[in-house]
């Protein structure tokens, strides 16, 4: 697909192509940024990239998505505000420069089908790409982790949102049929099997994430300033990934009754996904579900991230035959649901809930069954 856009836009082949993949989180939201544990699995969905060496410092770039094209000097990388889309190349490409790995121009032309702004993390999977892209182009031998910070830093310093570190790291080293334990803290993981008789199926609310930004920066604030007050009580914590369910009993006075509230989200998800990462080792599928579910009620009810219309796909989810479990995925606010379902009760699930939300609230959603896949460092494509 990709090849043959790069053909009509550049006229020969591409010397290189790589792909990175969209993801969904099974449990552990809002606690990367808490230094705590997440498990998303990659998606087979993907950003793709192609292109070929220049031989002066200029990037030309072509969008196949929005049908834009723009460039750049190699030695002036500013952002762009009327070509936003390349932005995560251009932070990518300037970190990369200054961290002394010398590039070269290109042209280059990208494009995929993760859906935008949906909580699927396409941006992500496009810093991803980018840095894989010109690994490879340049013929770099660049450490996994390093190309998962930096495509990071891209998002956190140059586009300006202040995201964890989870989307990349899944996109970079999700693994085929397997979920991703991670310790956000010392970047420690390991892949966990997802059995093949059960299907996670992503429902897409259809609403932007319009309100995500700002609230997620509250929420971060948030976590910030209850550590700050667990530590005058006494707790000897860096973060709340420190905090364990008891001791936020016993400190409970320290703390407002709102930042009481998204610090249980925290520490009770975390807690959740050691349990999940777990029973889905042991098989224990329907545990898994549940915790799943109290996943869900937990960033409702305490961090207050989910919509009127994720709580519709949840419920709904939640009343089918063959759902283990059902809950909000990504930084919330729209976007999407995860949902883990017997595999033979895929169909019936996908047509119920559809039916169901057109009904409730006369919105179409967007279904997905998704592949666990490989991430970009993973394919043999993309690999150094
Ligand atoms: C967004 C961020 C991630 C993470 C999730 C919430 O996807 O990019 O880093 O914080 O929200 O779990």
């Known amino acids: 697909m ?3 856009a790069f053909k009509g836009i550049c006229g020969s082949s591409p010397e290189v192509v790589v792909h990175a993949p969209g993801r969904v989180n099974l449990i552990g939201e809002h606690t990367d940024y808490n230094d705590g544990f997440v498990l998303p699995a ?3 969905r993907f950003i793709e990239f192609a292109g070929r060496r220049r031989a002066d410092r200029t990037v030309r770039v072509h969008s196949t998505d929005f049908q834009d094209s723009t460039e750049f000097s190699l030695d002036d990388i500013q952002k762009d505000s009327e ?4 932005n995560y190349l251009r932070g990518v490409s300037k970190f990369l ?5 010398k590039l070269t121009g290109a042209d280059i032309v990208f494009g995929g089908n993760v859906p935008r702004e949906s909580g699927l993390s396409s941006s992500a999977a496009v810093e991803v790409a980018a840095t894989t892209f010109w690994q490879r182009l340049m013929g770099f031998k660049l450490d996994p982790v390093y190309v998962v910070k930096l495509s990071r830093r891209a998002e956190n310093e140059f586009v300006g949102v202040p995201c964890g570190i989870m989307d990349q790291f899944i ?3 999700g693994r085929a049929e397997h979920a991703l334990f991670l310790d956000c803290r010392d970047l420690s993981y390991r892949h966990v099997p997802l059995r093949g008789d059960v299907k996670v199926i992503v429902c897409n609310t259809g609403i932007k994430r319009a309100l995500a930004q700002s609230e997620y920066e509250v929420r971060l604030k948030q976590c910030n300033q209850a550590v700050a007050q667990l530590k005058t009580v006494g707790l000897a914590i860096k973060n709340l990934r420190d905090v364990d369910p008891e001791d936020l009993d016993t400190a409970s006075d320290a703390l407002s009754e709102i930042l009481l509230r998204r610090a249980r989200h925290v520490v009770t998800e975390n807690a959740r996904v050691l349990e999940a990462v777990k029973v889905l080792e042991e098989g224990d599928l329907e545990r898994f579900g549940e915790l799943m579910n109290a996943s869900h009620e ?3 009810d305490d961090y207050e991230v989910s919509s009127k219309e994720l709580d519709v796909l949840v419920e709904l989810a939640w009343k089918q ?5 059902a809950r909000m995925t990504g930084a919330g606010f729209g976007g999407c649901t995860v949902n883990l379902v017997r595999a033979d009760a895929a169909d ?3 047509e119920a809930v559809s039916r169901g939300y057109q009904e409730t609230l006369s919105m179409k959603a967007e279904i997905y069954v998704c592949r666990a896949s490989d991430g970009a460092l993973a394919t043999p494509a993309a690999g150094p």
């Open 348 to 350: 019936a699930f996908a």
């Open 171 to 173: 996109s970079a080293l």
């Open 2 to 4: 990709i090849e043959s």
């Open 83 to 86: 070509h936003r889309w390349s």
């Open 42 to 44: 990659a998606i087979d």
């Open 298 to 300: 937990s960033l409702r």
């Open 321 to 325: 035959p063959g759902t283990l479990g």
């Open 97 to 101: 420069e200054s961290d002394g790995h």
